[in-house]
């Protein structure tokens, strides 16, 4: 067990545990932060997607002790940003949303590639989200999510 | 459970890896999966771990001279995005997983893995690249195909560290890398190749070629290459089907639940035949 | 696909409902779901919560000799067969109750649930479980057809190892076949498929107010309410079973559950302590149902103008080593047996058998996706084989309204295929392509058509089902709806909204919804079957009609309404004659392909899907559907090979068994067209199935169609293309 801090969503937080606690477990368990979700546990899915150090990873294979020191922002971190509320609204009209245990993964991704490209092309986005698998939508109503954020939230990013 | 150390640099790194032993974990994302256990419980390492990749002396990618230097947690988004990393192995660490596997990913972990079915590790064997590896006060400089053993294994001594890849850069005219995988994108490889070539006063002057995933390590055979070098574009062609018949002895592929041994070999056939056409044929 | 997604601000505001049900409104859950808020089995907290893992088989077949058992510390515990109460049942009343809550004396397939290991620490609980020695004495154990046909080792189930066998008939077969001056044979295979729904199977069981009450990932409260009961021998009233928000099910979560519940209330019967079984992935790969493999052999004899004059089919499904529901997939196996085509002389054998596998159970589409497939090569065999070009093949013999299915029945539905085929050819330039393609050994394209019969097979949903809903005036203006179908992923809550909202005049998010408990909701049924929207929601469109008529009585008017066939469709269990299904809905496919002659990996270029289900009860809604179950169907004719060695599935991590990414398949251009159905809301009927029937066989004709030689097997891997071109 150790001290461990880093900030999350904006705050710096101190978590006791042992270092090799996966960041997904801290979040979910000591943090609450259940919207990052576990889909496979072995890097595979993007449910457990959270921003570390501005860019998308996966919690599930991070061990707290990497995280130290870093900045960690979850799906609550950026669900109430104008950013966030840009990417759920679009999420809402094109209909990306089905069972939506992929979803608040996909926000993630979403959110990190605006970051990098304002306005993404349709391969740019399905290479984008190819980390995040999706069983429900197969992902034409997502990618047009992406679209519709990223025409909305042209000031945003 | 283990001991966990986290060091403040590069030095302090290289003590406690002298002194414990420790297993260094950089992106993690092989060694999180390989230990993995019950959610919610710890992995179930056995040595103790240390953390290597917040270690900022060695996140990083810088051309010297005629060499690519790829430090030792250089990501390997990083290695995609840099201008000067070859073709090939861009075209490698681009075929590896998805976005969020390799911003947290490092080139060094790929290595370290020594999975046959690494696509880095393909082309590294290609392109010639060096393996860095220090200890407290000392270091030593080994080509890949040397560092790597077998299935999982490496000659990175207890007490060392990978701190730099270095890949030469040779500005080759034709290349190629080419991933077989289970899907389209964020897959495993069932096979992979690399094919790097050029010529020189009409003959070939060098080359390398490379087989992921069809053996316990990534095949390269220096010997059949060296009966390639001098050869002219018609030489080539014409001994096409006896290179064939060569390679078909140095790749082994075995069944698992990927792909069958069948198929790989005949695949990583047809990728050299294609990429000796090219070659043949290239202006 | 585009031009039809509303881009109004309006959309994600919740409008009043439009006049015509088919314009999308937002989803209720979409933003809940899309930022993170709603909570799914894992996410609950409980205090003193309890965590389980099973001790399972790691045999296909053999006695249990003994288990050696280590100490447990206090508070944990190792809960078996033994610990059911007096009164209760070592199975799980499914379909059928073969399946044992615990292995007791042998061991039927890996995976088998031997015990419940649990306790507050899950490492410890772990500790414990590796610690368990479980001495076994080997049986000679069957995985195949063959195997079990030949009763490999002993039979498994009675005396011959058949689950269930039936016999279709129409016409007569012996005597057509004589007359036919051509025969074409083939055998048709398909594999197992792994559900993945993204969030694994969870439960939490837990003892409230003197009650046993699950909070289960489910798609059917009231059946796993129904096995926990005769499990631990009480009333079905002393039992609760919460629906937790269900992150994708397909089938996956429909009697699986019951496997996990079972277990668990005989622990929380004996502790009282609240106890939770989430899967890891690798778990939930390995040791859950998978679709039944099926084997397909079709005879068909043609006279000299190429028409279709006897059919003779021989049906296998691997049902694994307990029954479940796999009669009932059987059967719509075979009723589903000659696809879209007037056959005027056929009959259909089908036989389900049981192996040494983890047993096969429900997967979207229920056996109609194995039977489709098998007709639709054939087809594509048989125009091969006359040299006739595949869609005209298929048209000459559709089925027309009024003629006989091969349930003895008329076809009661405004078949609309014609008018499809024109529409698919027209967007996706079917017909050219084929030329075009004739003599490119690279590219090909592929036709499918299916329909899939709504709702339960047969009589089930007025003999067994009988579903009823409920409606209440609620305060504000509101209505409440009170159902036992679930959302998981499909848009019900959506759905049903606005249906309910249509006849109440009300907005549809005045219609309160929660996700069922079975304390609260009456029995409207399962959530399966394509019957949530067709068969549930008539009955929730009738039950608003009443709730309008008594609106003015106040706050707490109610109204029910119960399920009631309509007396035109009549259906005899024991023989299977009659109208198999009341309604159906109809697709066509088209998938076009690139094959890379290095390599022999397929590119998917393009895909095309009309369907008629009836009206839309959403579009935006069934466009999700479309592109979903079409993905999730091309993924089952590629990429999801799941094999098994000695009894295992080789597949067991998600790096292993492949779904389709963003990046494996395009867009899928999908279109509907309007049919309505009079025992549908609004003219609605079920969808849910019949978006995943038609690609598979689409993608397998594209393949052959490239490569220039039949395909008999999905998935369609780069490494059997590879032999075939040997």
């Known amino acids: 067990m150790k001290e461990i801090k880093f900030v999350l969503n904006g705050k710096e937080v101190s978590v006791k545990a042992d270092p090799l606690k996966r960041l997904l477990d801290v979040l979910r368990e000591d943090k609450k932060m259940t919207g990052v979700k576990e889909g496979c546990g072995e890097g595979e899915c993007g449910a457990c997607a959270v921003l570390k150090d501005g860019v998308l990873v996966n919690s599930c294979m991070i061990p707290l002790g990497a995280a130290e020191g870093s900045e960690i922002i979850t799906p609550e971190g950026i669900r109430d940003t104008e950013k966030g509320k840009c990417i759920i609204d679009a999420f809402g009209t094109a209909g990306a949303v089905q069972c939506g245990f992929c979803t608040p993964g996909m926000m993630m991704a979403t959110d990190a590639l605006l970051t990098q490209n304002k306005k993404p092309s349709v391969d740019e986005i399905r290479e984008a989200l190819s980390g995040n698998l999706c069983r429900c939508t197969g992902y034409d109503l997502i990618v047009k999510g992406v679209q519709i954020a990223s025409e909305r939230g042209k000031d945003l990013w | ?283 | ?726």
């Open chain 3, 1 to 726: 696909m585009g031009s039809n997604i509303a881009l109004k601000e309006d959309d994600i505001k919740g409008v009043k409902m439009a006049a015509k049900i088919s314009i999308p409104v937002l989803r209720i859950d979409a933003r809940e779901k899309a930022g993170g808020w709603t909570h799914y089995i894992a996410d609950y907290e409980f205090d003193n919560l309890q965590h389980g893992r099973f001790l399972r088989s790691e045999r296909a077949r053999a006695k249990i000799i003994e288990i050696r058992k280590p100490d447990f510390p206090e508070g944990y515990y190792y809960i078996d067969a033994s610990d059911i109460p007096p009164g209760g049942k070592n199975n799980i009343q499914m379909i059928k109750d073969d399946w044992r809550v615990f292995a007791d004396g042998d061991v039927r397939y890996i995976g088998e649930t031997i015990a419940l290991i649990l306790g507050p620490e899950k490492q410890i609980v772990l500790d414990l479980l590796n610690q368990i020695e479980v001495v076994y004495e080997d049986l000679v154990p069957s995985f195949t057809f063959q195997d079990a046909l030949s009763c490999k080792g002993g039979a498994i189930h009675g005396t011959d190892n058949i689950f269930a066998e039936f016999l279709l008939n129409i016409g007569d077969v012996d005597n057509a076949f004589p007359g036919a001056v051509r025969v074409v044979e083939g055998v048709y295979e398909t594999g197992f498929q792994e559900h993945l729904y993204m969030e694994t199977q969870g439960i939490v069981a837990t003892w409230e107010d003197e009650k046993i009450t699950l909070y289960a990932s489910s798609q059917c409260p009231f059946y796993i309410r129904k096995s926990v009961a005769g499990t631990l021998g009480v009333p079905l009233g002393d039992i609760r079973v919460k629906q937790a928000a269900t992150g994708g099910a397909f089938g996956g979560k429909e009697h699986f559950p019951d496997v996990i519940a079972t277990p668990l209330a005989v622990a929380v019967n004996k502790i009282k302590k609240p106890v939770a079984m989430i899967f890891d992935r690798i778990e939930d790969i390995s040791f859950t149902c998978k679709r039944h493999p099926g084997r397909i052999s079709i005879k068909t004899g043609l006279d000299r103008d190429n028409n279709i004059v006897a059919m003779e089919i021989d049906t296998l499904v691997n049902g694994g080593a307990y029954e479940s529901s796999t009669p009932i997939v059987l059967q719509r196996a075979i009723i589903h047996g000659l696809g879209v085509y007037r056959i005027p002389n056929a009959r259909i054998h089908g036989r389900a058998v049981a192996t040494n596998t983890f047993p096969s159970d429900a997967y979207r589409g229920f056996g109609a996706p194995q039977g489709l497939f098998a007709i639709e090569m054939h087809m594509s065999h048989i125009a091969d084989e006359i040299g006739m070009p595949v869609s005209q093949f298929k048209r000459k013999h559709f089925i027309k309204t009024g003629d006989i299915t091969i349930t003895n029945a008329k076809m009661h539905d405004d078949v609309k295929l014609p008018g499809m085929l024109a529409k698919i050819e027209e967007m996706s330039d079917y017909s050219e392509k084929v030329k075009k393609y004739e003599d490119d050994p690279l590219r090909g394209i592929g036709l499918s058509f299916v329909n899939h019969g709504g709702g339960f097979t047969g009589n089930g949903e007025q003999a067994v089902i009988k579903g009823v809903v409920k409606m209440k005036r609620l305060e504000d203006g509101k209505a409440g709806l009170y159902v036992s179908v679930v959302e998981m992923g499909q848009g019900l809550q959506t759905a049903l909204r606005k249906i309910a909202s249509k006849e109440l005049e009300l907005d549809y998010l005045d219609i309160v919804y929660d996700n069922p408990d079975t304390d609260i909701v009456p029995d409207s049924g399962p959530t399966c079957a394509s019957r949530s929207t067709m068969v549930v929601g008539f009955l929730v469109q009738e039950c608003a009609k009443k709730l309008k008529i008594k609106w003015d009585e106040g706050v707490g008017a109610e109204a029910e309404h119960v399920y009631t066939h309509p007396e035109e469709f009549v259906w005899e269990q024991e023989t299977l004659q009659g109208d198999a299904y009341p309604s159906y809905g109809w697709g066509v496919n088209v998938v076009e392909v690139e094959l890379d002659p290095f390599t022999y990996e397929v590119k998917t270029t393009g895909v095309w899907a009309v369907w008629d289900v009836g009206v839309t009860i959403d579009e935006t809604i069934m466009q999700g559907q479309s592109s979903g179950g079409v993905i999730q169907a091309l993924g089952y004719a590629s990429i999801e090979k799941c094999e098994l060695k000695n009894g295992a599935f080789m597949q067991r991590t998600m790096a292993d068994y492949t779904i389709p990414t963003s990046l494996d398949f395009p867009e899928v251009h999908t279109v509907f067209i309007d049919n309505p159905y009079k025992y549908g809301p609004s003219g609605a009927k079920g969808a849910g199935e019949l978006v995943f029937d038609a690609a598979p066989p689409a993608y397998a004709e594209a393949v052959q169609n490239a490569i220039g030689k039949r395909i008999y097997e999905i998935p369609v891997t780069p490494e059997m293309i590879m032999e075939a071109l040997r």
């Open chain 2, 1 to 283: 459970m283990v001991d966990s150390y986290r060091p403040k640099d590069l030095k302090d790194a290289l003590r406690i890896r002298g002194e414990y032993g420790s297993t260094p974990l950089a992106g993690g994302t092989d060694l999180m999966v390989r230990y993995q256990s019950w959610a919610g419980t710890l992995p179930l390492f056995t040595n103790s771990v240390m953390f290597v990749g917040h270690l900022h002396e060695l996140k990083y990618i810088k051309k010297i001279e005629n060499s690519l230097e790829v430090g030792g947690t250089a990501t390997l988004s990083m290695v995609a995005d840099h201008p000067d990393t070859p073709r090939v192995l861009r075209d490698a660490v681009l075929s590896i997983a998805a976005p969020a596997l390799r911003n947290n990913a490092t080139l060094t972990g790929n290595i370290c893995n020594a999975s046959p079915a690494g696509d880095s590790v393909c082309a590294l064997y290609a392109l010639d690249a060096l393996i860095r590896l220090e200890k407290n006060g000392s270091s030593r400089e080994l080509p890949v195909v040397e560092f790597i053993t077998g299935p999982g294994r490496t000659l990175l001594g207890k007490d060392e560290l990978v701190t730099a890849i270095t890949i030469p850069l040779k500005n080759s005219s034709i290349d190629n890398f080419t991933k077989v995988g289970t899907r389209r994108a964020n897959a495993l490889s069932k096979l992979s190749f690399t094919g790097i070539a050029d010529y020189k006063n009409g003959r070939i002057d060098s080359i390398a070629l490379t087989f992921g995933a069809v053996g316990p390590t990534v095949v390269r055979s220096v010997e059949l290459e060296k009966k390639l070098l001098g050869l002219s574009r018609a030489e080539l062609k014409a001994g096409k089907e006896s290179i064939l018949s060569d390679y078909s002895t140095v790749i082994v592929p075995i069944d698992d639940q990927r792909s069958t041994a069948v198929y790989r070999k005949k695949v990583a056939l047809n990728l050299l035949d294609k990429f000796i056409n090219e070659v043949a044929d290239y202006e």
